[in-house]
């Protein structure tokens, strides 16, 4: 194939032009059988199951790496269908694998259920909180893990009708709010023998381009001084707040100083207690973003400087952790475009008065734009930069890793919202949620239908990262922070 190499984001654009009226996939002899439209009615007569499994998600709304009982849904209903489910992998209790058929080629599908703490919402498209509720699926993950679930099993399904060699894997993936999950596990090697990825996430439109996000590094910075009374001794204290606040400081004064798309975030998790103490303890959380994974190490480690500096000017000493670290996403063009195929053949959401009565009060609390109707559209196939991270950045990086969002959303609906949670908890949402299911399933049957598109897609793959590439984790050695939705890590 002609060279692709990687590209910022106006050429990128510019050589996918030609690409879209490239032919995608040769009909494959063989798989007679069961044909698409077999695999989209296997998973609409599961829809209310799936919703059903989807809701209960939603109900359990479990934090990063205290999924226990999603994950133990989610891996239930694999095993019920005749997956051969490994639990506990990577270190991780709720990190689990879940696989069907044999031999080559080997399809990965990921499957994120964590939910987002300190956001919770009531199904109903007006603001309403769930009394006494800590936590709240403001991300889709509900969905997500679903429908990547229903689309290994009706691959799986596939895969049994027509005898083709193949192997669906499905990865139940922690924690990808903050904890970093799948880093774990491919640093575990759980993803070497895989040839192909595919993924998806809720969101406010239905969408395969290929995209990058942002690469990340998170780390708490803790800094030890000396208490006193802040009035009666000042002089004998050294508070570790003067080294937060200094840390702050160097660190804001940095912005002018560092690559236009690069973020950087904190919020002072420890500031002591009392005014009239001078505080011995005090503690602050840092993201540093960018796009590129080394421009984040390197930003990171100016951090780590400042901290010093901040440190040895207010006579505190300071520690840090790194808490998570993520590459930012490898798109594959090649593959993005037999997504896109697949999710132009399944179509958009389409909502009954019911949804539409829905849609149309939460619209209320959304800007007007993007209409309603763009949840029946398939978004324009080109590249996209988006400034979220995901761990899923890691594994684009091992494997080609092909992705969708799909309209689980009212357009205009942001992730981490409380709008975003009303429709993950109806059936808005989960109307997205087959959509997804039904493109995913898509995918992987034309994967394991043709030898030469996987090659294509490895070979792309293999260009785009670089015969020098290195898998270091940003995260580094440490173990997985099974404990930091608990408390910030200690
Ligand atoms: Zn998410």
Not at 14 to 38: E, N, R, V, Y
Not at 367 to 389: K, M, N
């Given at each position: 194939?002609?060279?692709?190499?990687?590209?910022?984001?106006?050429?990128?654009?510019?050589?996918?032009?030609?690409?879209?009226?490239?032919?995608?996939?040769?009909?494959?002899?063989?798989?007679?059988?069961?044909?698409?439209?077999?695999?989209?009615?296997?998973?609409?007569?599961?829809?209310?199951?799936?919703?059903?499994?989807?809701?209960?998600?939603?109900?359990?709304?479990?934090?990063?790496?205290?999924?226990?009982?999603?994950?133990?849904?989610?891996?239930?209903?694999?095993?019920?269908?005749?997956?051969?489910?490994?639990?506990?992998?990577?270190?991780?209790?709720?990190?689990?694998?879940?696989?069907?058929?044999?031999?080559?080629?080997?399809?990965?599908?990921?499957?994120?259920?964590?939910?987002?703490?300190?956001?919770?919402?009531?199904?109903?498209?007006?603001?309403?909180?769930?009394?006494?509720?800590?936590?709240?699926?403001?991300?889709?993950?509900?969905?997500?893990?679903?429908?990547?679930?229903?689309?290994?099993?009706?691959?799986?399904?596939?895969?049994?009708?027509?005898?083709?060699?193949g192997t669906i894997r499905f990865y139940g993936t922690p924690a990808e709010e903050g904890g970093s999950g799948k880093v774990y596990m491919v640093r575990a090697g759980l993803f070497d023998d895989v040839d192909v990825v595919i993924s998806w996430h809720a969101g406010d439109r239905n969408d395969a381009s290929p995209g990058s996000n942002l690469a990340v590094k998170s780390a708490v910075f803790r800094f030890s001084g000396v208490s006193a009374h802040a009035?009666?001794?000042?002089?004998?204290?050294?508070?570790?707040?003067?080294?937060?606040?200094?840390?702050?400081?160097?660190?804001?004064?940095?912005?002018?100083?560092?690559?236009?798309?690069?973020?950087?975030?904190?919020?002072?998790?420890?500031?002591?207690?009392?005014?009239?103490?001078?505080?011995?303890?005090?503690?602050?959380?840092?993201?540093?973003?960018?796009?590129?994974?080394?421009?984040?190490?390197?930003?990171?480690?100016?951090?780590?400087?400042?901290?010093?500096?901040?440190?040895?000017?207010?006579?505190?000493?300071?520690?840090?952790?790194?808490?998570?670290?993520?590459?930012?996403?490898?798109?594959?063009?090649?593959?993005?475009?037999?997504?896109?195929?697949?999710?132009?053949?399944?179509?958009?959401?389409?909502?009954?008065?019911?949804?539409?009565?829905?849609?149309?009060?939460?619209?209320?609390?959304?800007?007007?734009?993007?209409?309603?109707?763009?949840?029946?559209?398939?978004?324009?196939?080109?590249?996209?930069?988006?400034?979220?991270?995901?761990?899923?950045?890691?594994?684009?990086?091992?494997?080609?890793?092909?992705?969708?969002?799909?309209?689980?959303?009212?357009?205009?609906?942001?992730?981490?919202?409380?709008?975003?949670?009303?429709?993950?908890?109806?059936?808005?949402?989960?109307?997205?949620?087959?959509?997804?299911?039904?493109?995913?399933?898509?995918?992987?049957?034309?994967?394991?239908?043709?030898?030469?598109?996987v090659a294509a897609i490895q070979a792309e793959f293999r260009e785009r990262r670089g015969p020098d590439f290195r898998y270091q984790p940003l995260l580094g050695d440490r173990d997985p922070p099974l404990d930091y939705r608990v408390s910030v890590i200690r």
């Open positions: 194939m002609a060279r692709r190499p990687f590209l910022p984001a106006a050429a990128l654009a510019a050589f996918l032009a030609p690409a879209l009226g490239a032919p995608l996939l040769a009909p494959h002899p063989l798989s007679a059988q069961m044909t698409k439209a077999d695999v989209a009615g296997w998973l609409d007569a599961r829809a209310e199951h799936l919703t059903d499994v989807a809701m209960r998600i939603w109900d359990l709304a479990e934090v990063g790496y205290m999924e226990k009982e999603s994950s133990a849904l989610l891996a239930g209903e694999l095993e019920a269908y005749g997956f051969r489910v490994t639990r506990g992998v990577a270190g991780i209790p709720t990190a689990f694998v879940a696989e069907y058929g044999s031999g080559k080629p080997v399809i990965g599908v990921l499957g994120e259920f964590d939910a987002l703490p300190g956001i919770n919402q009531d199904r109903v498209p007006t603001r309403q909180p769930i009394e006494g509720k800590q936590a709240g699926h403001a991300c889709g993950h509900n969905l997500f893990g679903t429908a990547s679930s229903a689309a290994a099993m009706a691959a799986a399904e596939w895969l049994k009708s027509t005898g083709h060699a009035a009666a001794s000042p002089d004998r204290g050294r508070s570790a707040l003067d080294g937060v606040e200094a840390f702050d400081f160097m660190a804001n004064l940095m912005r002018e100083h560092v690559p236009q798309e690069t973020r950087i975030h904190y919020v002072i998790t420890d500031g002591g207690s009392a005014p009239n103490v001078v505080p011995d303890h005090a503690e602050v959380y840092y993201y540093v973003r960018h796009p590129d994974s080394e421009t984040v190490r390197s930003i990171f480690d100016r951090l780590v400087k400042a901290a010093e500096g901040a440190a040895a000017g207010t006579g505190t000493t300071m520690a840090y952790e790194v808490v998570g670290g993520a590459y930012a996403r490898l798109p594959v063009v090649a593959l993005q475009e037999l997504v896109y195929k697949n999710l132009k053949a399944v179509g958009g959401v389409r909502y009954d008065d019911e949804e539409r009565a829905f849609a149309n009060a939460l619209k209320k609390t959304l800007p007007a734009e993007p209409a309603l109707e763009t949840v029946t559209e398939i978004q324009p196939f080109a590249f996209e930069q988006t400034y979220a991270s995901s761990d899923a950045g890691d594994v684009s990086w091992t494997v080609p890793t092909g992705t969708l969002s799909t309209a689980t959303w009212v357009p205009g609906t942001t992730s981490h919202s409380w709008q975003a949670v009303a429709a993950d908890g109806v059936s808005i949402g989960a109307k997205g949620m087959m959509v997804a299911a039904e493109t995913l399933a898509f995918t992987a049957v034309d994967l394991f239908s043709d030898a030469s598109q």
